[in-house]
Nanobody
Framework: QVRLVESGGGLVQAGGSLRLSCEAS????????MGWYRQAPGKQRELVAA???????NYPDFVKGRLAISRDDAKDTVDLTLDRLKPEDTAVYYC???????????WGQGTQVAVSS
């Protein structure tokens, strides 16, 4: 059983920082990419940031300049920091792990993030 254990989130003040961590375990094989997606109420799931095994980072424009993402391949963990939070950052955040073989994706159960102003 592959498990993605997420930590962080909760109620966060606007202007503050969000810090999320995810640890992957189980027979997951070789990991290609790790990162985070989010889904706000009534919206589609969208990419926040992902980092490939070689260190290349992918992220959309709405997090540019306030994002930090890193991974520890020895521990199979990925950490995300999102600064200068806005109420529109409120969403359920999901850990994402992509296996190299077949490009198969695994998802965490999601952690709720609520940004209050």
């Amino acid at each position: 059983q592959v498990r993605l254990v997420e930590s962080g989130g909760g109620l966060v003040q606007a202007g503050g920082s969000l810090r999320l961590s995810c640890e992957a375990s189980g027979d997951i094989g070789v990991i290609d990419a790790m990162g985070w997606y989010r889904q706000a109420p009534g919206k589609q799931r969208e990419l926040v940031a992902a980092i490939e095994s070689g260190g290349k980072t992918n992220y959309p424009d709405f997090v540019k300049g306030r994002l930090a993402i890193s991974r520890d391949d020895a521990k199979d963990t990925v950490d995300l920091t999102l600064d200068r939070l806005k109420p529109e950052d409120t969403a359920v955040y999901y850990c994402y792990v992509r296996r190299l073989r077949y490009s198969f994706a695994f998802w965490g159960q999601g952690t709720q993030v609520a940004v209050s102003s």
